[in-house]
């Protein structure tokens, strides 16, 4: 059994050959036939210099994928999934947030119980904010109930499956790549397993709490069209609503003469039907837009260079 590890970095120069050396000490004795591909995402540090250090002072088979400026770890978990040639794939960051011990047990699990296909990491606690974790919470319900996808609260791309479930997620070659709808889109068995992740080692995290409501809104829209259909509901009984009170208008009218009171309702209600149909327009314009960039048929991401440390054959 090989196992490939796949790890998308992005200015991780200080994180690079820690994480290298965590993975050789945990494997020791345990897991002999291994391969890197890193993925370097267009970093604007020492990192492709970091890896190539490493590549080249190693017997272990290294791939480096060199991205021509960033696209994402989306984009670099793809073009590493294109390189590897394991029968097992593990996604793990470069930053040691996600114990390389881990990955063992992972092997070991999927070695054992040949009925799943995938063991993906999931933290049961989360070391952040009560309203970041509010907010989380809040958006696992919404997807879940939207999509026909299932979305797994806490489950992280830190994972390793067998090769059959890495060519259904290479089949998908969609431009806007939401993993975590990805990996459940596809199916195969997933076993979670529980893990705590540590501190970033160095370097700071990119996901700002705007960062994370884009996310939210790419996921949305990746997996489900239901806001597409809120919209139209909402217009239909917007006007429903508004059918009842020209009724009750009228009749307050006629048979008790009373006279509407106008300026404050209308102000109201411009604003909020002004403020409905802007959301409706925006609803609108997230599926358009993402449907014009996929119309495009951009590659997902541009290589400059893939180097290996592998002895190539005659
Ligand atoms: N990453 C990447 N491209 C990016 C952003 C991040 O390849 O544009 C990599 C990063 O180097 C790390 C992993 O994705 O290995 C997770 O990133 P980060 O630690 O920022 O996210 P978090 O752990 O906070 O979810
Ligand atoms: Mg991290």
């Known amino acids: ?13 200080g994180n690079v050959r820690p994480l290298f050396d965590k993975v050789n000490e945990e494997f020791e004795n345990k897991i002999s036939d291994y391969e890197f591909i890193f993925v370097n995402d267009g970093s604007k540090d020492e990192t492709m210099s970091e890896l190539e250090r490493i590549s080249s ?37 470069a930053d040691l947030q996600q114990d390389p011990a881990y990955v063992v047990k992972m092997v070991e699990y999927l070695d054992e119980n040949p009925e799943y296909d995938c063991v993906a990491a999931y933290q049961e606690e989360r070391h952040e904010g009560a309203f970041i974790r509010f907010c989380k919470r809040r958006f696992y319900h919404l997807i879940n109930k939207m999509s026909d996808t299932e979305f797994v609260d806490g489950a992280s791309d830190f994972r390793t499956f067998r090769a059959n479930m890495k060519n259904a997620i290479l089949e998908m070659s969609e431009y806007h790549r939401f993993s975590k709808g990805i990996f459940s889109w596809v199916g195969f068995n997933t076993y979670y397993m ?35 259909k809120i919209s139209t509901y909402t217009g239909f009984f917007t006007a429903l609503a508004a059918l009842i009170y020209i009724i009750v208008v009228i009749i307050e ?62």
Not at 66 to 75: C, L, M, T, Y
Not at 208 to 215: I, N, P, Q
């Open 1 to 13: 059994m090989k196992l490939s590890l796949v790890v998308p970095c992005y200015n991780e120069a």
């Open 57 to 93: 002072s190693t017997d272990i088979p290294v791939t480096i994928v060199n991205f021509s400026r960033n696209f994402g770890k989306e984009a670099a978990i793809f073009a590493g999934l294109k390189e590897v040639s394991g029968d097992m794939i593990t996604l793990i960051d």
């Open 194 to 228: 529980p893990y705590d992740a540590d501190a970033r080692l160095s370097g700071a995290s990119k996901w700002s709490f705007w960062e994370l409501c884009k996310y939210a809104i790419d996921g949305i829209v990746a997996f489900t069209t239901v806001p597409l």
């Open 253 to 314: 009218k006629l048979a008790f003469g009373i006279a509407v009171p106008g300026y404050a309702t209308i102000v109201v209600l411009i604003l909020f039907l002004g403020g409905l149909q802007l959301l409706a327009l925006g609803i609108n314009g997230e599926y358009l837009s993402k449907t014009y960039i996929q119309s495009k048929h951009r590659p997902i991401y541009i290589t400059k260079e893939v180097k290996s440390n592998a002895k190539k054959d005659a």
